[in-house]
């Protein structure tokens, strides 16, 4: 299996398995329900961001260049 092959199977499984929250064919308390489910897309958009800004940054700060270039 390739990797497109992997990453849209997992896309697929975790779309269902919110769809399936969403549409609450999955019971769970009301209070998880009402509040959680449906705000859990944006939370993991914001958290993805994070991760990306995190990766970034931690890119910048060991970022390695030759000693030459390197002032006097």
Same mark, same amino acid.
């Given at each position: 299996?390739?990797?497109?092959? &992997?990453?849209v199977?997992?896309?697929? +499984?975790?779309s269902? @398995?919110?769809? $399936?929250?969403?549409l609450? *064919? ?6 998880? &329900?009402?509040?959680?489910?449906p705000? +859990?897309p944006?939370? @993991?958009?914001? $958290?993805?961001g994070?991760w *990306?800004l995190?990766?970034l940054?931690?890119?910048m ?7 030459r270039?390197?002032?006097?």
């Amino acid at each position: 299996m390739t990797r497109a092959q &992997q990453t849209v199977s997992l896309a697929l +499984l975790l779309s269902s @398995l919110y769809l $399936s929250l969403y549409l609450e *064919l999955i019971p769970l308390p009301a209070v998880i &329900q009402q509040d959680i489910v449906p705000v +859990l897309p944006f939370w @993991l958009l914001v $958290s993805f961001g994070a991760w *990306l800004l995190l990766r970034l940054g931690w890119g910048m700060f060991t970022f390695r260049d030759t000693p030459r270039r390197m002032p006097s």
